[in-house]
């Protein structure tokens, strides 16, 4: 029997591992946390998980829906209004929908009207080639003006790609407001979001288990240090121990999959991975005995504020599940080179701190019950013009060796519903080579 090794169990490496499985292939994933799910992982907050890192599914997520589906966990999902805000000129505005544009008066009517009509342009245009290869930072100039790009879409992008965010291509917003757009009510006026009963650890569990019971190996805790190939197939090394394989899938962000089989690559195919950069996420979540802002989703537009975005879980989600508490995410991406993301968790939080009573002026450090903090080193692919021809394909140089990557996701933003369909895509590559 054909015998793979998946190195990562993250959904994407969950799924590859479920369709090999279940097509006749010996599977063995390798993950290097206790626990499966990588960066949808959970942990409890008033006795209920809740994810390390802030989550959400939009409609337009069908391979998610069809594996919950499969997995018998579809009825877990839930469809809720969430209430989006932007932190600008000092104060709090709702911001996502036509009413709220009308009252956001840092932007003049001009602008507005700039702004709605291209935000329909992008969502009703199905042709991204014209948005490639160009930055958002100039098509948005050029089409929505000066203003809109300083006042909104600059912080936003310096949110998710700090110092990168005017080189981002014009691709990925267009793919994220395409999508967006699907997620809206007919009138445009109200967003349903998607969760899941019990967190998104429910899937995850229900899948790590579906490979089980088909007769999946799952070793946790157990990170692959190195990939070596051997006469027939590959040696993998984990625990000190070596255990062959006919062949790999490396289902990780790229500088794990260097970190572990770098040695097995000429300096082209190194160039092009290296090339592809991506933006380290430090999220700290507090658990709160009272709700800060009505927001569930608040995007910070102010330099002065030392982090991006306050996603506040519980005003989308209610905060009964968590015996009442308020859980707050406390957003930051930033270079993996940058300090604040090394530092000790108790500094970021005293650098935090002060900020929140802007947010409302009665906070006081006594609310909080509980913090944790998560760093994730890989959070963000920066998708610059001319992405997709940079981007790695499944089949790596090495015969047998294949890789599964959010930096492989294009022309949409990475999340859950890719990385089950990339998994199950780089299960039917690894099906087709073994039937060659
Ligand atoms: C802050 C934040 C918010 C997000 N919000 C959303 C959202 O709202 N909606 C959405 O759809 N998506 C969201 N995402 C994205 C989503 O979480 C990811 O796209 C998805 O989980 C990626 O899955 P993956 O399996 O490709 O990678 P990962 O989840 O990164 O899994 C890779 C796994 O490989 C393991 N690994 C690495 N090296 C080794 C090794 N040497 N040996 C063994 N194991 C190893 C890691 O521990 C990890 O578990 C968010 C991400 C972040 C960071």
């Known amino acids: 029997m054909n015998k793979v090794a998946i190195v990562g169990g993250g ?41 390390a890192f802030y989550h959400h599914i939009f409609s337009s997520d069908a391979s998610y829906v069809a594996l919950a589906r499969e997995l018998n966990v579809e009825q877990h999902i839930e469809w809720l209004s969430s209430r989006m805000g932007i932190w600008a000129d000092n104060r709090l505005w709702d911001f996502g929908t036509p009413a709220s544009l009308l009252r956001f008066t840092p ?18 245009s199905a042709d991204r080639t014209q948005f490639e290869e160009i930055t958002a930072s100039e098509w948005l100039r050029k089409h929505q003006g000066e203003r809109a790009w300083k006042t909104v ?44 009963r019990g967190s998104f650890g429910v899937l995850v569990e229900a899948l790590a288990e579906r490979v089980i019971q088909l007769g999946g190996k799952l070793r946790l805790g157990e990170p692959v240090r190195r990939i070596d190939r051997n006469d027939q197939g590959f040696n993998i090394t984990h625990r000190g121990k070596t255990t062959e394989f006919d062949q790999v899938i490396v289902a990780t962000p790229i500088a794990d999959y260097l970190r572990v089989a770098s040695h097995l690559f000429l300096d082209d195919y190194l160039i092009r991975l290296g090339s592809i950069e991506a933006t380290a996420a430090l ?3 507090l658990e709160l005995d009272r709700q800060l802002t009505p927001y569930y989703w ?61 947010f409302n002026p009665d906070f006081d450090p006594s609310w909080i019950i509980a913090q ?10 920066v998708v610059t013009p001319g992405y997709s021809r940079r981007i790695p394909r499944f089949e790596t140089p090495v015969p047998g060796l294949f890789l599964c990557s959010m930096a492989q996701v294009y022309p949409w933003d990475r999340g859950l519903n890719y990385a089950i369909e990339y998994g199950e895509r780089v299960a039917s590559k690894v099906a087709t080579s073994s039937a060659n």
């Open 153 to 196: 879409w600059q912080p936003l992008f310096r949110q998710k790609f700090a110092e990168k965010s005017d080189d981002i291509s014009m691709v990925w917003l267009w793919g994220k407001l395409r999508l967006r757009g699907r997620s809206r009510s007919k009138s445009g006026a109200g967003e349903k979001l998607g969760y899941m």
């Open 372 to 381: 944790h903090h998560f760093r994730a080193e890989t959070a963000q692919p």
């Open 283 to 285: 999220c700290t979540v």
């Open 11 to 51: 959904l994407a490496g969950l799924t590859a591992a479920l369709r090999l499985r279940q097509n006749g292939f010996e599977v063995e994933i390798f993950e290097r946390y206790p626990e499966p799910g990588g960066l949808a992982r959970v942990f409890e907050a008033g006795g209920e998980p809740v994810e």
């Open 107 to 124: 932007l003049g009517i001009v602008d507005k009207l700039r702004f709605a009509l291209t935000t329909l342009q992008l969502q009703l």
């Open 298 to 358: 608040l995007n910070v537009a102010d330099d002065s504020i030392p982090f991006g975005g306050l996603i506040e879980h519980t005003n989308f989600v209610s905060p009964e599940r968590y015996g009442g508490r308020r859980i707050l995410y406390i957003s930051n991406y930033m270079m993996p080179t940058n300090d604040l993301f090394w530092l000790p968790a108790a500094k970021v939080l005293d650098l935090y701190l002060p900020f929140l009573s802007r």
